[in-house]
Nanobody
Framework: QVQLVESGGRLVQAGGSLRLSCAASGLTFSNDVMGWFRQAPGKERELVAAIKWGDRSTNYRDSVKGRFTISRDNAKNTLYLQMTSLRPEDAADYYC?????????????????????WGQGTQVTVSS
C-alpha cells in the first residue's frame, strides 16, 4: 500500500524560504514519477513541479521556475520541494503525488481524477 506523508508547511513571510518533505512508502520501481501540486482556496489544483526518478528529468510551472527546486533522496524514500523567494500567491495546500502520467501532468498542469497516489497535504501560508 502506497503512503505519502507531507510535512514542512507553515506560515512564512514573503521573501522567505521553506522546504517541504514527502515521506513515501510502498512505492515500487515502476512508480517512476513524483511531484508536488498545490491548491489555493477557490482555485483549481495545479502542478508545481514533477520529477522522473529514472532519468531525473524535472518540470516546473513557470511561476516557480528559479525559485523552487524538486529533489528526492532515494535512501530516505523522501521527496522534497525547496521553496525560496516565497510570494503571497504561493500560499496554498501543497500535495505530494506519485505514479501519475508525467507528460499529461506537464501539459495540462493536472492529472485526471482517480489517477496517482496522493498525500493529505501540508499548508503553506505566506504573509505579505
Amino acid at each position: 500500500q502506497v503512503q505519502l506523508v507531507e510535512s514542512g508547511g507553515r506560515l512564512v513571510q514573503a521573501g522567505g524560504s521553506l522546504r517541504l518533505s514527502c515521506a513515501a512508502s510502498g512505492l515500487t520501481f515502476s512508480n517512476d514519477v513524483m511531484g508536488w501540486f498545490r491548491q489555493a482556496p477557490g482555485k483549481e489544483r495545479e502542478l508545481v513541479a514533477a520529477i522522473k526518478w529514472g532519468d531525473r528529468s524535472t518540470n516546473y510551472r513557470d511561476s516557480v521556475k528559479g525559485r523552487f527546486t524538486i529533489s528526492r533522496d532515494n535512501a530516505k524514500n523522501t521527496l522534497y520541494l525547496q521553496m525560496t523567494s516565497l510570494r503571497p500567491e504561493d500560499a496554498a495546500d501543497y500535495y505530494c503525488a506519485a505514479d501519475f502520467h508525467y507528460e499529461y501532468a506537464v501539459r495540462h498542469g493536472e492529472v485526471p481524477p482517480g489517477f496517482g497516489y496522493w498525500g493529505q497535504g501540508t499548508q503553506v501560508t505566506v504573509s505579505s
